[in-house]
């Protein structure tokens, strides 16, 4: 290869990532627009004034952290700052998202298909806001996604079973309007330290090996459902629990002894439920 072909090579691989590296921060830019756009109410002004187009980069809008590398934008925190409106389906362009916190605003709908390309998303927190309709299957499929908090919403129907990413170590379903059994696959995720799905319609029974694939679990709160069956003597082998809440259920039989010797208990709570014989010792 002679030098000029070479030098050409070169150039027009250079001019190719420069347009690819400034390609990706527009994708960016276009879609906080765009998902600033569907937003109908900022009441403490916050995206109105901060979020402008003349400002050099999208990195130094307020809620969004770019990463030093790729200079792309890596985290969207906008917690409680009153919003109200949808989420475009352009956040789905922020494909180097890692964490995504919009809880305690006033965002309705459903979550667009499009999130689904969020593929580095570890932490989704869409908590306490009025999303509605059923809890979208392709959530399961983020190979990345570590915590994942839909609480205090308007989701409806059944859990779905493909919700059982194996990197997953906290689920908080709280106060939703759930219905239907806890597919058997959630129970089958070693990495789950919290399982939260309280107040919601559950029905069913606890499967009784529940904790053999529950190695980590510190933290299983269902209460407030009308879940049903015995709790198996098997409960002794999640070892970490440290809070185990079942109150406001229709659980019967005995309550097993085992219970005793899940020696970091600090937090248990049975009352509410129709539990028969006599009391055990903590
Ligand atoms: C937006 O907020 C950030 C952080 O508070 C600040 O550094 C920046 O100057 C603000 N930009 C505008 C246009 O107000
Ligand atoms: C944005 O730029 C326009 C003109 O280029 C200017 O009039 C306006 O004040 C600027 N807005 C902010 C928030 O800096
Ligand atoms: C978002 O900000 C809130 C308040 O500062 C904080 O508690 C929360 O942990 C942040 N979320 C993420 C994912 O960093
Ligand atoms: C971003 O997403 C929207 C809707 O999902 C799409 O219409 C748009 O073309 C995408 N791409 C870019 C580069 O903005
Ligand atoms: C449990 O998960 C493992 C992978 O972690 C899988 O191989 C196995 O088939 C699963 N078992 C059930 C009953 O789903
Ligand atoms: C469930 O939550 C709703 C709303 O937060 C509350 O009104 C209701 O009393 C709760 N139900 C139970 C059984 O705790």
Redesign the pocket.
Known sequence: MGNFTFSVVVSILLLHSFALSLNSITTDKHALISFKNSITSDPYAILS??W?Q??TSVC???GVSCGLKHHRVTALNLSGYGLVGTVAPHLGNLTFLRYLDISFNSFTGILPFELSKLRRLKVMNVGANSFTGKIPTWLGSLPQLEKLYLYKNSFLGIIPSSLSNQMLQILNLNYNQLSGSIPYAIFNVSSLREIRIRNNSLSGWLPSDMCDNLPNIEALDISANQLSGQISPNIWKCRHLQELVLSINHFNGKIPSEIESLSILKELYLGLNDFKGKRISI
Do not use: G
């Open positions: 004034t901060n402008s003349n400002s130094n809008w307020i």
